[in-house]
């Protein structure tokens, strides 16, 4: 389902590795159609028209999932949206994929409260205001039950690939990547690259600063006194700067940062997990596999195999 004003990039990173995965299986795994508002040629973002489709009406309540390609943010007051249709979906059991400002939509049509769901981190904060019965996340992507949401762009491609492994095994799913010559399958729990400003919102420059001050001494982290220090205020006043806008102490911030800086690294590097601890600002290999696995349930060389 295409709304005009959609991203072509967004739409290809959706449909694509469906078809390539036909492709390599020798046979089709996926069927593709196209519905459009009457069946008329959509025209996207760069101006470039999709072919005509099947009008909204026609779409079938046995469908297995419906992918929703539409323009963020969402054109305000737009009486031709599917929402009607999207409704009858939603009850009927069809998987509905929202990919750019399909969540939003998705979420218009009240299909996805109670659910997780993400979109495009610049919609982030005028999403949670309109929508507070969805349970949004920064993640890159959300496969809850039978609604797959993303942060639009390349983000669809990895949920694809996701989606293509549940169905068909992760050996076909990797060789999909490789068509695309890409490094890895990123993971849905990745967090989308949302600027620290935007993530902070409103918060305090001398917060800010803090944050960034972390983020630039990862291997070798500064103590709490250190950082007050950076940003002349006092130790209890950067403390609860931290409890009031991030709701965490500052050290168990900063000892996120670079749990999630390990991760990536033990995902998308070849580095010893010996060298990553220290990397990370870890004094020891044992340090770091005990607080890897209290923050994420597995220990770096489980991360690793997995």
Known sequence: MTLPGFSLLAQACALEPL????????GRLYRVQAFSAGGREVPSLAELSLAAGQPFETVPDTLDMLVVCAPSPLPAGDESLPLACLRR????????????????????AGVLDGYRATLPWQRFAAFTRAFPRVRLSQQLFEIDRDRLTCGGGTAAMDMMMTLIAAHHGSELAERVSEHFVLERIRMADEPQQVPLRTRLGHAPAQLVDAVQLMEANIEE?????????HLGISRRQLERLFKKYLQAVPGRYYLDLRLQEARRLLRESEQPAGEIALKTGFSSP??????????????????RLS
């Open 19 to 26: 078809m390539v995965a036909n492709q390599l299986a020798g």
């Open 221 to 229: 982290p500064l103590t709490t006194h250190e950082l007050a220090e």
């Open 286 to 303: 044992a340090h770091f596999s005990t607080a890897y696995r209290n923050h994420f349930g597995v220990t770096p060389r489980e991360e």
């Open 89 to 108: 979906l939603g009850r009927s059991g069809t998987v509905l994929v929202g990919v750019g400002g399909g969540t939003e939509l998705l979420a218009r």
